[in-house]
């Protein structure tokens, strides 16, 4: 079935600790996305890739680094994690031409300690 | 800049009553396109619904009806005769024209269905 994988699917994770969250989507999408969600926050955007071998910076992206070596795959890096980024992380594709809708991934529950 | 507000942070109903979720945003693109999402319980997000800029129809989807008003920057969404199945969080979100590839969204409205 075509869709979004993320791995994993929780993690505990200590302080300091680097942490690589897995993405892969196999609808040849041109755009991924990482968001992080929170309780009364929202859906907020950590870093995005308009196609293979580009990428930007959302609006919280201190802390965090992507890349994107191939269309399929997108993995987030948290280099030194923090407590603060104890979230639900969410990996989303979607066809940017004609301005297609935005496929989520199952979610990555991070906790660090 | 572009700024998605829902007001609504949780909206309580009892089944069958009518239910509307409003969504207001902000941009200067002139092209652009409005969302809904669903969280239920479990987590997922699911699509619900896009809108381009340039399309002010508005749209009816079984009990699902959407209400796209550029003259007040909103995009509200109705659900008709609500199901306890319909509690979830709703999120609307606003994606910017040509060149503008992030995806922002709302805080959400929390809604719950009682029986």
């Known amino acids: 079935i075509a869709g979004i994988t993320q791995a994993p699917t929780s993690q505990i994770l200590a302080a300091g600790r680097r942490m690589t969250l897995r993405c892969t989507q196999d609808?040849?999408?041109?755009?991924m996305y990482w968001y992080r969600q929170d309780l009364g926050l929202g859906l907020r955007l950590i870093h995005y890739s308009n196609t293979a071998g580009t990428t930007g910076k959302g609006e919280v992206p201190d802390g965090y680094s992507v890349s994107r070596a191939n269309t399929d795959d997108f993995p987030l890096t948290l280099a030194s994690a923090v407590p603060s980024q104890t979230s639900v992380y969410f990996c989303?594709?979607?066809?940017?031409?004609?301005?297609?809708?935005?496929?989520f991934g199952q979610g990555t529950r991070l906790t660090v300690v | 800049a572009q700024k998605v507000t829902q007001a609504q942070t949780e909206i309580s109903v009892v089944e069958k009553e009518d239910v509307t979720l409003d969504c207001v945003y902000e941009?200067?693109?002139?092209?652009?396109?409005l969302f809904w999402y669903k969280q239920p319980p479990s987590g997922e997000l699911v699509f619900l619904i896009r809108?381009?800029?340039?399309?002010?129809q508005n749209e009816i989807s079984g009990r699902y009806s959407w209400n796209f008003q550029k003259s007040t920057s909103s995009f509200n969404f109705t659900i008709t005769a609500s199901q306890v199945v319909d509690s979830a969080v709703y999120f609307c979100?606003?994606?910017?024209?040509?060149?503008?590839?992030?995806?922002?969204f709302g805080t959400g409205t929390r809604l719950q269905v009682f029986p």
């Open positions: 809108r381009n800029s340039f399309d002010e």
């Open positions: 609808m040849r999408h041109n755009a």
């Open positions: 979100a606003l994606r910017g024209g040509y060149n503008t590839d992030k995806l922002i």
């Open positions: 989303a594709s979607s066809d940017w031409t004609g301005g297609g809708p935005v496929f």
């Open positions: 941009t200067r693109d002139t092209t652009y396109y």
